[in-house]
């Protein structure tokens, strides 16, 4: 399943400092949760201090995460389940500037 | 499927709002925060009009999106204000280049003024000057007393009426945190004003004083303004880090724990019993000090002395450092040499009569 996984507002220092990532999950036999793709992009993206990013399998507080431009916590959170051509963003507000 | 907007506008909702739970779709909530940082504006009467407000820029989300919306509602609402944009230039090779650009870039999208004052204008010495003076192992200290009074330093130099800072309701409550940690309690007091003093009669102002910084983050987002992220806040060993992971774990809980924390620190009353310090002007610079003279001119004396230790360690060692120094160099350091900030108020370099405010 092709979706777009986007990391910004300081996130994508995490991700060797690029911002958008075309994606192809793998096929699976049950549906692709944001919580299944938290661990995906762990496993395959993240390029270093995990504990930036997630916490408590879930993303550490102080990120939002929206999906298609709407706030993942209209949208069940981890439990949302992902569609083709969904476009996932991580915005840290961690960072300062 | 997406949830309706609570305003019943017809439209789908974007966010959902931690300050009110509410579910508001992009225009719903763009009015709902526009309206809100106006209701604080006039409500605490920040500004009087015909005015001129210098924005301390960093070019972070926090003063983009400031910026940004003064501007909006000084035309909405025709306050009547001078706005321009306030950035400090450390001059670290390297360091603020591409923060600097997106400031620039705020200047040109939202057609408001720019002055960039650099560490050489405003202490006479850049970082990088300071560094090679005293070497990498004790610039924190310079970096982050100099740091806290730069854009107070350029305000009073620019004789501005008033300094907007881009302070959100998830940094006060982190403040309100951290004095309590520390027992700071004549911080504890002050930290959540909506006005504050630094000592020269400029008042220093935080229009985003009650804006979440998830709301922040996403109006930028939704409005697609462009912002500058620096590294992480959450610097190892950093003290200020524990307190803002600790208020980010608790505000996931419940988002109203920023207002209440906020909500406590306007309320608690100091006890009058308490032993508060008194806080006087530094009878150098003139800013808000504890001690005689603040931090910023004991480390400044010490780097035009040629001594860049001076001031790194205890107060009252430096104290007594200064004044073997009054005696043996007599007079003060007052015109030895154009490093020299002891003078203040009176320092008027004439680059600054260029500046159209
Ligand atoms: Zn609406
Ligand atoms: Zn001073």
Redesign the pocket.
Known sequence: MKITVEFSGGAELLFNNKKSHDVDLPDKDTNWTIANLLLWIKDNLLQERPELFLQDNSVRPGILVLVNDTDWELLGCLDYKIEPRDKIIFISTLHGG | MPSK?S?K?G?N?VLKRPKTGDS??K??FFEAFENEVHFTVTKAKLFKPNTTVAIGASGGKDSTVLAYVLKLLNEKYDYKLKLFLLSIDEGITGYRDDSLDTVKQNRDDYDIPLKILSYKDLYGWTMDEIVAEIGRKNNCTFCGVFRRQALDRGANLLKVDYLATGHNADDIAETVLMNILRGDVARLSRCTSIITDSGDGIPRVKPLKYCYEKEIVMYAYFRKLVYFSTECVFAPNAYRGHARILLKDLEKIDPAVIMNIIHSGETMKVSEHSKMPTLTKCTRCGYVSSQEICKACVLLEGLNKGLPRLGIGKSSKVKRILEENEKLKGASCNGEDNKCLCSGNDLKPSKFNDLKI
């Open positions: 907007c305003a506008c439209r909702a508001l779709c225009e719903c």
